[in-house]
């Protein structure tokens, strides 16, 4: 098992290799300049402006670019943001924990949720609770989320009043009140709008595909066996059929994962939480090509990490499934 | 008896002042929401606008521009004019007299030797500054004393007023010159403006609270300021609904309704210096070379006349932008400054005529091609392409009425908008503004309180960007124009206001007929604000903070 997890490791070096050329490539030949803020202003001197693109070695050829950026990244050193001159490992360590909070708690809310009604609905197929909610799952998945989001803020923070402060029930945006960051209480009452927007899609779709999974195996031979020898109900659905019908949840939960990184920036937008969603989008704007760079490059390892921790959970559910 | 009036008077007029001081209530918060965060609080290493609107409530210039377009002295003790003995050797010489007894918010006394030094960091362009070119006229700047700088200019800068606008750098808080890109003072400023930074959490918000060494008893009136970043614009109008923000940072012109329906909040706008205009390029289309080719379609000034002949600006001003906007008709359209020219009205008629008269005529399919037309091969089509940037609104709209007019004059355009780090890209990566591979622009740019530079780069001939010069320059209609030419050099060393402006109006009416430019709105923003934050003022000339000592909170 160690052999194969070291070989998966080592495969993902020259993998990783090969994006970051072919992002690096990309960035550089799309349109768009980092210094357009600077073009735009006009006292600013074209002289000013050529000496900073030399300083911040964006008029060098390709290969030297590249093969700097790649030196440093080896090293751990990502470089520079264009816009802030700050280093990227401190512009990434100041969002990511923010982003770590509100994808991972929305995670645990919708397995949560997600798991014991997807099972019940599959349990009592085509009973009103099944229908209720084929037809809510139906909606999370069509809903746009931002619009979603929207929705949320205009009932939970317009319209509702918390009867005993009388301000707003939630709050629309921002991770704590001011002068309130230590506060848990404050802080988890901002996280339940964001984490109700993000949860009204991926709880539709786990609980859809945790649905029709284990209706696949509810009407299997060994769950048959597992009630024919008495079994209850409960041990015959949560141990023997849940943990086969999993499977394909874990995938989804692989293919996630990397959110944690990458951060969701429809959610951070709408209700103003400064994760990594909203890093990368605004560096994509500014064509603040080392940030860029650095968010794919880890986001690219960490969608090969769980890819990896999804195939290694594939054999713990199902002890056929063996790696040599 | 005789001597008690005067008393009572003198006792009198001390209580009412006495009441207006405590009309004014301390203490309290204000919450400013804003789109996007800062990328760096040094104004020397940035040219972002958001930078201005949050900075000068910590770092200060010498002389501020009010809301009327005047001068007036901040960190100076006065603003230097020739009267004063402040403005000497035909205007290249420059005495600033500062005020005395102002601290730096650690406590150490702010000197002329500060002055020098954010002249000497500003123009060292090895450490990152993007200002060094705004400070490279200086010949000399000299501590004649504690509060006294002598700035001396090669030759006259019309914009001396302007030269420490971006705010004083304090010495002993900042670093060498030389590594100004990793000064820590970008992220921790220290100024003697009338707060000071307690937080910053980048992409969430910059915690502000009152500097208690500012050097006017009694202000600011406000505890502190809480900038927050709110990039969803629903949300932040949200927030201001609630009541939970004081104010609202340049939103946008679709909630007018929202302001007029929410109690206690008000939209206070001012013209912006943004107007939004048409470049149209006079030279042949990608060929950024010295001696290029008059542009086949619109090298003809007659053509140019029928576009601005066709455009609606009553239908754009009136019904698409409700009113939000006021007309534009020169560079020259605010301040001191203001021309007055004859406006294009719309006449299609006209229009169309010229566009005959130019040898452009209306094909089989409603698509005019040239039969006659001075620069373009018989059978051109009349087709145009206008880029203008992305993820702006009112911009695209107004793009698509003016094709949509053009084309009922028998004009083809074509709409191609694209995001504002291509539009606004460089030489280097050939960038089409740069290097004229474009019909006609679309954006908005403006000058400030002094136009000499702006229009300069906008209309010099000098100032066309072409190989020769590395597409240095922001002529990019590619105009030229040898009278323009000499009445911007002109008003560039002229000291007298009144003559600058007669030169500029000149300019203006030359503009106007030769249309290089067709101009079309000014931007009448502002912010939303709690009407309980007394003396919130937006200012045309100045971010958003520049009063913010005198802001206060009413009891709601």
Redesign the interface.
């Known amino acids: 098992m160690s052999g194969y997890v070291l070989r998966r490791l080592g495969e993902a070096i020259p993998l990783l290799a090969i994006v970051s050329l072919l992002v690096f490539a990309l960035l550089q030949a799309s349109?768009?300049?980092?210094?357009?803020?600077?073009?735009?202003?006009?006292?600013?001197?074209?002289?000013?402006?050529?000496?900073?693109?030399e300083?911040r070695g964006?008029?060098d050829p390709f290969p030297v670019q590249y093969l700097r950026w790649a030196g440093g990244a080896v090293r751990g050193d990502f470089g520079e943001?264009l816009?802030?001159?700050?280093p990227v490992a401190t512009?990434i360590a100041?969002?990511l924990p923010n982003t770590v909070v509100l994808v991972l708690t929305a995670f645990a809310v919708t397995l949560l949720i997600a798991i014991p009604v997807g099972v019940a609905s599959a349990v009592r197929q085509y009973s009103v609770f099944d229908h209720v909610v084929t037809a809510l799952a139906f909606m999370g998945q069509s809903i746009p989320i931002f619009w979603f989001g929207?929705l949320l803020?205009?009932v939970f923070?317009?319209g509702l009043s918390n009867p005993l402060t009388g301000g707003?029930l939630f709050?629309?945006?921002?991770?704590y009140s001011?002068g309130l960051?230590a506060d848990l209480a404050n802080r988890l009452w901002h996280l339940v709008l964001p984490v109700a927007m993000l949860c009204s899609t991926w709880v539709a779709w786990y609980t859809r595909f945790l649905r029709a999974s284990m209706l696949e195996v509810l009407s299997q031979d060994f769950v048959r066996t597992a009630r024919a020898k008495g079994a209850s109900e409960r041990v015959v659905i949560y141990r023997h059929a849940l943990k086969n019908g999993a499977l394909p949840l874990i995938t989804l939960i692989g293919l996630d994962l990397p959110m944690i990184f990458s951060g969701a920036l429809f959610t951070e937008?709408?209700?103003?939480w400064?994760?990594m969603g909203?890093?990368f989008y605004?560096s994509a704007?500014?064509?603040d090509y080392p940030v860029l760079m650095a968010i794919v490059m880890f986001t690219s390892a960490l969608i090969l990490i769980s890819n990896l921790l999804a195939d290694l959970a594939y054999a713990w559910f199902d002890p056929r499934i063996k790696y040599t | 008896m005789a001597r008690i009036g005067p008393r009572l008077v003198l006792m009198l007029v001390l209580l009412l002042g006495l009441g207006a001081v405590l009309a004014q209530q301390r203490g309290g918060t204000a919450t400013i929401l804003m789109p996007e965060d800062l990328a760096t609080m040094n104004p020397y290493a940035t040219t972002a606008l958001i930078t201005m609107q949050v900075v000068p409530a910590l770092l200060e210039p010498l002389v501020g521009v009010d809301p009327d377009g005047a001068y007036y002295p901040i960190l100076a003790r006065e603003v230097p004019t020739p009267a004063n003995g402040g403005v000497a050797d035909e205007g290249r010489t420059i005495t600033w007299r500062l005020k005395e007894g102002v601290t730096w918010s650690d406590g150490t006394p702010f000197t002329s030797d500060d002055v020098v030094f954010t002249a000497e960091a500003a123009a060292a362009g090895e450490g990152g500054s993007v200002r060094a070119g705004a400070f490279g006229g200086i010949a000399s700047i000299t501590a004649l004393d504690d509060y006294t700088v002598e700035v001396r200019y090669q030759e006259y800068d019309a914009s001396y007023l302007d030269q420490f606008q971006w705010g004083i750098l304090p010495r002993h808080a900042t670093g060498d010159p030389a590594a100004m890109s990793s000064w820590g003072f970008a992220r921790a400023p220290v100024g003697t403006g009338p707060f000071v930074l307690e937080a910053w959490r980048t992409g969430d918000r910059i915690v502000m609270a009152r500097n208690e060494a500012f050097r006017e008893d009694g202000k600011p009136y406000l505890d502190g300021l809480e900038f927050l970043v709110v990039p969803s614009e629903e949300t932040r109008s949200a927030m201001m609904q609630r009541g939970d923000a004081q104010v609202m940072l340049w939103p946008g012109p679709q909630l007018r309704t929202v302001w007029e329906e929410t109690p206690g909040v008000t939209l206070d706008s001012a013209p912006e210096i943004w107007v939004l205009r048409m470049f149209l390029n006079l030279g042949e289309r990608g060929n950024p070379t010295e001696g290029q080719a008059p542009h086949p379609i619109l090298g003809d000034v007659r053509v140019r006349q029928a576009l601005a002949l066709g455009i609606d600006y009553d239908l754009i001003i009136d019904e698409l932008a409700e009113g939000r906007v006021l007309r534009a008709r020169s560079p020259f359209e605010l301040g001191w400054y203001r021309c007055d020219v004859d406006a294009y009205a719309y006449d299609p008629g006209r229009a169309a005529s010229l566009l005959d008269e130019a040898g452009w005529a209306m094909g089989d399919d409603g698509v005019r091609v040239a039969q006659g037309a001075p620069y373009a091969a018989d059978g051109t089509r009349l087709a145009l392409d206008m880029t203008g940037y992305t993820d702006f609104r009112l911009l695209e709209q107004t793009e698509l009425v003016i094709a949509d007019l053009w084309g009922d004059l028998g004009i083809e355009t074509s709409v191609r908008n694209v995001e504002q780090s291509v539009l606004f890209g460089g030489w280097s990566d050939r960038a089409a503004r740069k290097t004229g591979e474009f019909d006609i622009l679309v954006y908005d740019t403006g000058a400030g309180i002094n136009p000499q530079l702006h229009v300069f780069e906008l209309l010099h001939s000098s100032r066309i960007p072409r190989e020769q010069n590395e597409g240095a320059g922001g002529n990019y209609a590619r105009w030229s124009n040898p009278r323009v030419d000499d009445l911007l050099e002109l008003a560039g060393r002229t000291p007298g206001l009144d003559e600058r402006r007669e030169a500029y109006c000149e300019i203006a009416e030359i503009v106007n007929e030769e249309l290089p430019h067709l101009y079309l709105y000014q931007f009448a923003g502002g912010n939303a604000y709690a009407e309980r934050l007394e003396n919130f003022h937006t200012s045309t000339w100045a971010g958003l903070v520049w009063n913010v000592a005198d802001w206060w909170l009413a009891t709601e």
């Open positions: 349109p768009g300049n980092p210094l357009a803020q600077l073009e735009r202003d006009p006292t600013v001197s074209q002289d000013d402006i050529r000496r900073i693109a300083q964006l008029l943001s816009q802030t001159g700050r512009e100041e969002r929207l803020i205009l923070y317009v707003a709050p629309a945006g921002g991770m001011s960051q937008t709408i209700f103003a400064p994760g909203r890093l605004q704007l500014r064509r």
